[in-house]
């Protein structure tokens, strides 16, 4: 999952994209001060490394 994060003066306004490429498209398009973060959820890495591999 994907978190565009849009600072402005008077407020702060998150997007929620599922591919990388969507939302790098709609970073390039925003203006302002804009942060682009990439989250992973533990479960999603116990999916691909079980526990007893790790």
Do not use: H, N, R
């Amino acid at each position: 999952m994907w978190i565009l994060t849009l600072y402005s003066a008077d407020s702060i306004k998150m997007f929620e994209y599922e591919t990388k490429d969507e939302a790098w498209q709609e970073y390039d398009k925003a203006a302002g001060c804009k942060i682009l973060s990439e989250i992973i959820y533990y479960t999603d890495i116990e999916k691909i490394y079980p526990s007893s591999a790790v």
